[in-house]
C-alpha cells in the first residue's frame, strides 16, 4: 500500500485543538493498533490488508508523530493514552484488542494502568506488545538518540535529515532484512511532515518518563487483567534478547515468540509471522473468553 493512499483514506479529528489523523477498516472485533517512534501508524500498512480480513482495525498517527499535528512540545505518555482515548469513544468503541510497538508499548501499559484503576474509556481485551523499551533497565537507545535527549539535542537536530534516518534504521532492522529504500523515504516524509524533524529530539522525553514512572507501568503488565503476549524480533539491538530475557523474568506465565534474525521493525521485517502471532493470540483468547462467558 502506497503511503499517499494510506493518508487519503483515513480521517481527522480534533482533539483538545489538535488534528489527529486516523484509519479503521474492517469487521469483526476491534483491534486497535497503536505505532512506536519516531514513525506512525503506516508501520502497520504490511499487516493491515490480512488484518482487516478478520478483525476492526482502529490506528492513529499520535499528536507529535506522522500526519497528526506536530508541536514543539516534551508530550507525555499520559496525554497520548488520552487522545486514544478520545478517538476510541468517536467511534463509539467499548472495547478493543491492542496491539502495540515501541513508543506504543510504553502508551498501552499506561492504558493498562489506567484499566486497573478502572478510569480507562473502554476495555482493553488483550494487549499484544512488539519490541519496545518496556523496562527502562533494558532499554538500549541508540547513540543518536542519546545526544538528542541531552541538552545540546536542540542544536543537533538542525542536522537530522534523511540520511541519518537511513543509517539509525539499517542499525536497528535485522541483518537479512534491511529497510527498502521506499521505507526510508516512507518514514522520512512521515517524520518530516509537518516540520516534525525539528521536534524528534523533544519527542525523547519519553525514556525519562519511562523511569520516572517505572514501577505503574511495569505493575500494570505484572498485574494486568487481560491476556498478555509480545512477540520480538530477537536480533533488535535496542529492546531485543536481552529485553525478552528480563520479560521472562517479571512477567508471570509470560507468552512469548522468538523472532530470530528479525530486529525491531518485525510487522515490517516479518509480516507474515506477526500476522500468524496476532492472529494466534487473538483466536485462543476469544476462545477462551467464549468458554468463559
Known amino acids: 500500500m502506497q503511503l499517499s493512499h494510506w493518508r487519503s483514506s483515513g480521517h481527522f479529528l480534533n482533539v483538545d485543538g ?11 472485533p476491534v483491534l486497535l493498533l497503536i505505532h512506536g517512534y519516531p514513525t ?17 482495525c482502529v490506528t492513529l498517527d499520535m499528536p507529535g508523530f506522522g500526519f497528526s499535528d506536530k508541536s514543539p512540545k516534551k508530550y507525555l505518555i499520559k496525554e497520548q493514552a488520552d487522545t486514544i482515548s478520545e478517538v476510541i469513544r468517536h467511534l463509539g468503541i467499548t472495547s478493543a484488542h491492542v496491539l502495540s510497538h515501541d513508543y506504543g508499548d510504553t502508551v498501552a501499559q499506561e492504558m493498562m494502568a489506567q484499566q486497573l484503576e478502572n478510569d480507562l474509556a473502554f476495555r482493553i481485551e488483550s494487549l499484544h506488545l512488539l519490541n519496545g523499551g518496556l523496562f527502562p533497565e533494558t532499554h538500549r537507545a541508540l547513540p543518536i538518540q542519546k545526544l538528542l535527549l541531552s541538552p545540546i539535542g536542540g542544536l543537533i537536530i538542525r542536522f537530522l535529515n534523511k540520511n541519518a534516518i537511513r543509517k539509525s534504521m539499517h542499525n536497528i532492522f535485522g541483518p537479512n532484512t534491511p529497510p527498502s529504500d521506499q521505507d526510508i523515504n516512507d518514514f522520512w516524509i512521515l517524520i518530516s511532515t509537518n516540520n516534525g524533524h525539528q521536534h524528534m529530539h523533544l ?28 512477540t520480538a524480533g530477537m536480533a533488535d539491538p535496542i529492546s531485543g534478547a536481552h529485553m525478552v530475557a528480563r520479560y521472562k523474568q517479571l512477567i508471570p506465565n509470560a507468552d512469548v515468540i ?13 509480516a507474515e509471522a506477526v500476522v500468524n502471532s496476532i492472529t494466534s493470540f487473538l483466536v485462543a483468547t476469544l476462545i477462551k473468553r467464549e468458554t468463559l462467558s
Open 18 to 28: 489538535q488534528q489527529v489523523f486516523y484509519k479503521t477498516e474492517g469487521t469483526g
Open 40 to 56: 506512525a501508524s503506516f508501520d502497520w500498512a504490511k499487516i493491515w490488508p490480512a488484518l482487516t480480513n478478520k478483525y476492526k
Open 203 to 230: 519527542l525523547l522525553d519519553y525514556m525519562k518518563q519511562r523511569k520516572q514512572y517505572r514501577e505503574r507501568w511495569v505493575s500494570a503488565l505484572q498485574n494486568a487483567n487481560a491476556p498478555l503476549r509480545l
Open 258 to 270: 522468538e523472532l530470530d534474525q528479525i530486529g525491531h521493525y518485525p510487522q515490517i521485517e516479518s
